[in-house]
């Protein structure tokens, strides 16, 4: 919560959203894309567990919003967009606000980020159909991966937990996100 509190959040949404920034629901920030509501960012970030040492990786940098949170609570954020217009001005915001320890590549998120893995916590932002294997085989053993599973218009909240060779998934509850579009999530539409 105190890493919310310094996120202007208002500053991630457009103009003539900014008088609902911090209402507690998402909002559309173009390309058929939402920022999450903010009690959802509490909750995935609260799972991830972080502590200020990890390398985190972000899938669906969006608008920024998420990506400013954990760049307050984490050494180092990748965060991967496949939709370049939004990539962009979530960079230059991020910069803007002075966030210098995120990198955004633009990419499809369900193959990961391969050449800086492992990552301590990976946050995934769309609702998939299934955890991509790249992302748990980029997760470090100890490391906890947060994920949208289910179908196009529910899903459940799961916590993947790598053990060594091993997972654990714990159900955080029911969410709804956008779609997870690639590879090894959802085909474009």
Same mark, same amino acid.
Request: glycine share 6%; hydrophobic share 40%.
């Given at each position: 919560i105190e890493a919310m509190k310094k996120v202007p959040r208002h500053r991630f949404v457009e103009e003539a959203l900014q008088k609902q920034a911090y209402s507690d629901h998402?909002?559309? =920030?173009?390309? !058929?894309?939402?920022? %999450?509501q903010p009690y959802m960012v509490a909750l995935m970030t609260e799972a991830l567990q972080l502590t200020g040492t990890e390398k985190v990786l972000e899938i669906g940098a969006g608008s920024g919003y998420q990506t400013a949170i954990l760049a307050e609570l984490a050494q180092k954020v990748y965060s991967i967009e496949r939709i370049r217009s939004?990539? =962009?001005?979530?960079?230059?915001l991020l910069y803007e606000l002075g966030y210098?320890?995120? *990198? =955004? !590549? =633009?990419?499809? +998120?369900?193959? +990961?980020? #391969?050449? *800086? %893995?492992?990552? *301590?916590?990976?946050?995934?932002?769309? +609702?998939?159909?299934?955890?991509? #294997?790249?992302?748990?085989? #980029?997760?470090?053993v100890g490391g906890r991966l947060v994920i949208p599973v289910g179908d196009a218009f529910v899903q459940d909240l799961i916590r993947v937990t790598k053990t060594g060779e091993e997972v654990k998934k714990e159900d955080l509850g029911g969410c709804r996100f956008v779609k997870l579009v690639g590879k090894y999530g959802w085909d474009e539409e």
């Open positions: 998402p909002l559309p =920030i173009g390309e !058929k894309q939402t920022i %999450s939004l990539a =962009i001005r979530a960079r230059q210098f320890n995120v *990198e =955004i !590549k =633009i990419f499809d +998120g369900t193959y +990961g980020w #391969q050449e *800086e %893995s492992p990552f *301590e916590a990976i946050i995934v932002t769309a +609702g998939a159909p299934d955890i991509p #294997q790249p992302l748990i085989d #980029q997760l470090a």
